[in-house]
């Protein structure tokens, strides 16, 4: 049976969008130094964005590691019939993907918090592991969204179009071949389909049917 509110779980999936794109302006991500950048040029991020960072921290926390979950287990909960298995799927890449998003978002924690500390060097290391944890998450997200769209074809718990923007994601992220603060590997393509789902849930409210006919 679902656990709550499905208008609930579409505010839930609406926020993990508005939080993220809050963090981007916040945080100034979308100036965030590459993979390629010189230590110091990493350092100097870290100091002069601290507050805006650890502020982003904390809004990516709320929408990767408990918004996100949350959406996942409700649909997986209201989707029955042959899709059920595939919405298990989707479930467990949503909750490895929450996980590797925790790890990224405890190596920018630290960097923010001891940037007036803390050397080019490990500045540069903090960055990488965050790239190198952004990278991990993208393979359980085509996980999540591939099961996912097997789960709406089958059972009808959301619209098609959610279906076919999941697809996209999905492909976005397979097709990717590095880190990027935009690209296959942004959260943008993914934060975009959690807005769509959330606005399906609440134009289409609880009545939606989830057996196969």
């Not at 965050?130 to 619209?159: D, K, Y």
């Amino acid at each position: 049976m679902p656990g709550i509110s499905w208008r609930l779980v579409g505010m839930a999936a609406l926020g993990v969008a508005v939080l993220y794109f809050v963090s981007v302006a916040v945080g100034s991500l979308g100036s965030l130094p590459g993979t390629d950048a010189s230590p110091a040029r990493v350092l100097a991020f870290f100091v002069g964005h601290r507050d805006g960072l650890l502020a982003a921290v904390v809004l990516n926390g709320i929408a990767w590691c408990v918004l996100m979950p949350v959406v996942f287990v409700e649909l997986r909960l209201r989707t029955t019939g042959r899709g059920s298995a595939a919405a298990s799927l989707a479930l467990a890449g949503a909750l490895v993907e929450s996980a590797l998003v925790g790890v990224l978002l405890v190596f920018v924690a630290l960097a923010a918090f001891d940037a007036p500390d803390l050397s080019p060097r490990l500045a540069r290391l903090l960055a990488d592991g965050f790239a190198l944890a952004t990278s991990a998450s993208a393979w359980p997200t085509v996980l999540c969204a591939v099961a996912m769209v097997v789960a709406i074809q089958r059972s009808r718990v959301l619209p098609a179009y959610t279906a076919n923007l999941g697809l996209a994601v999905a492909l976005h992220c397979a097709a990717g071949v590095g880190l990027a603060r935009a690209g296959a590997f942004s959260p943008a393509g993914i934060a975009v389909w959690m807005a769509a789902i959330g606005v399906s849930m609440l134009r289409r409210g609880p009545e939606l049917v989830t057996d196969d006919a």
